[in-house]
């Protein structure tokens, strides 16, 4: 558990209440956004898989840095920088299918 100075304790990687707010402990302060965030990927629960290779599908989140527990897929985050690239690699593997 974090503690963010204003909101207390939270669970989630980055203070929720922060994060709305751009306080100091949102995502965007540190350099991460939720890693599907316009959901060019379709659905959160399917693309958090290729994260990390859960439920039969490819491990396409190597060397990609994420923040959070993939299981918790409305709240994982991506840094800034791999964003585009990892949304590449999903799509590309979607059209080798
Ligand atoms: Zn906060």
């Not at 558990?1 to 100091?24: I, R, W």
């Not at 399917?46 to 994260?51: D, F, G, L, P, T």
């Amino acid at each position: 558990m974090a503690q963010c100075e204003l909101h207390g304790y939270y669970g989630t990687p980055f203070c929720s209440d922060c994060d709305e707010n751009g306080g100091v402990n949102s995502a965007w302060r540190n350099d991460y956004r939720l890693f599907n965030e316009d959901h060019a990927l379709g659905q959160n629960q399917y693309a958090s898989r290729y994260i990390n290779g859960s439920h039969g599908y490819p491990n396409l989140g190597e060397r990609f840095r994420f923040k959070g527990d993939s299981s918790d897929y409305h709240f994982v985050y991506i840094h800034v920088d791999d964003y585009d690239a990892f949304r590449q690699k999903v799509l590309d593997h979607r059209n080798r299918q």
